[in-house]
């Protein structure tokens, strides 16, 4: 069964340094999202992105988080200066058509922002 | 904005118990609802889903009813098992396409 994967699994960082986190999405799929849950809270949107654009993003994905669709298949997740507070799970999402459909989720990468 | 209220845990029970978790839902529009599950060190999966009012959906012996009139979407199982200890997220999907979770909750069933 198709899956959505992640990569790392874990990635421990120094505050102030870049890091990106890779997923690969279900091959037909054509929404895409990023999630995160800090450790004990909710999941929380972040950002959404179809057909080469973000479609809707959170108060919480500011200027230092970007997305990117580099090739046909990854999907990307850059945090240009990391900050103690952005230390949670990142979930990676993605689904094949519009309202309804279930989003398929990737295994998270954990973030530990030191 | 929406908003998804779900009962907090921890929720103790014991093997073969039957396990309710309210969620009722704050949205625009016609949502459809989701809950997810969250297995020790594992990612998100999909339980079940109901796309419109009165539908109910159902897996593994979880079901949960979309209820307009009350806003709720309670999940229930008739007899649970030591595996189903995990923690469960409600969750809305509104004409924005993202998805509003609730805060999760913790279900621990002991032998």
């Known amino acids: 069964e198709p899956e959505v994967t992640q990569t790392p699994s874990h990635q421990v960082t120094q505050m102030g340094q870049e890091v990106i986190l890779r997923c690969v999405p279900i091959s037909n799929h054509l929404y895409f999202y990023w999630y995160r849950q800090i450790l004990g809270q909710k999941v929380e949107f972040l950002v959404s992105?179809?057909?080469?654009?973000?479609?809707?993003k959170s108060e919480i994905f500011d200027d230092q988080f970007s997305v990117e669709r580099p090739d046909g298949s990854n999907f990307t997740l850059k945090i240009r200066s990391t900050k103690l507070e952005d230390s949670a799970m990142y979930f990676c999402a993605s689904k094949e058509t519009g309202p309804g459909e279930t989003q398929y989720f990737g295994p998270g990468t954990r973030l530990l922002v030191l | 904005g929406n908003s998804v209220t779900q009962m907090e845990g921890p929720v103790t029970l014991s093997e073969e118990a039957f396990l309710t978790i309210n969620c009722t839902y704050t949205?625009?529009?016609?949502?459809?609802l989701f809950w997810y599950v969250q297995y020790p060190g594992e990612g998100l999966q999909l339980l079940l889903k109901a796309t419109k009012a009165d539908d109910k959906g159902s897996n593994k012996g979880f079901e949960a009813t979309y209820r307009k009139e009350t806003t709720s979407f309670h999940l229930e199982k008739g007899s649970v098992q030591v595996s189903d200890s995990a923690v469960y997220f409600c969750a809305l999907q509104a004409a924005g396409n993202k998805l509003t979770f609730g805060g999760g909750t913790r279900v621990l069933v002991k032998p």
């Open positions: 949205a625009t529009g016609y949502p459809s």
């Open positions: 992105f179809y057909n080469n654009e973000i479609s809707e």
